[in-house]
């Protein structure tokens, strides 16, 4: 929850897709139907596009690139090139999947660590 009001904060960011946050078109739904939010964090890049997504998963430390997310440590994948990348272009941004989105597994480590790496990602 708090990399995700992070993230929703930060200027380099233009949109957090997070059902923790009160933002969220399905918070309510998801209140309703869990007991958690989970650790599964999607987010735009303002004006983003690949060369800022490599750009920022350059700068992360802690946060690895990863085509799964489905390890213990955080990971992040870049959808449009890594898990969608066979999907044409015009589907992938029909669905959602453009080329500033990036996908976050928030892992085992210290969220403050995490925060901080995120940070300098997105300076």
């Known amino acids: 929850m708090r990399i995700?009001?992070?993230?929703?904060?930060?200027?380099?960011?233009?949109?957090?897709f997070y059902p923790g946050l009160s933002s969220n078109q399905f918070h309510n739904l998801a209140k309703q139907?869990?007991?958690?939010f989970g650790g599964m964090i999607s987010f735009k890049l303002k004006n983003g596009d690949k060369i800022k997504v490599n750009s920022f998963v350059k700068k992360l430390r802690i946060i690895s690139l990863a085509e799964s997310l489905g390890g213990v440590e955080?990971?992040?994948?870049y959808p449009s090139s890594m898990t969608?990348?066979?999907?044409?272009?015009e589907q992938r941004n029909a669905i959602?999947?453009?080329k500033d989105l990036i996908r976050l597994s928030a892992g085992i480590e210290d969220v403050d660590?995490?925060?901080?790496?995120l940070s300098e990602g997105l300076k």
């Open 4 to 16: 995700a009001e992070f993230l929703e904060k930060h200027p380099a960011v233009s949109h957090v």
């Open 84 to 89: 969608h990348g066979s999907v044409p272009e």
């Open 113 to 117: 660590d995490l925060i901080e790496d």
């Open 33 to 36: 139907q869990m007991t958690g």
């Open 74 to 77: 955080s990971l992040v994948c």
């Open 96 to 98: 959602g999947v453009t």
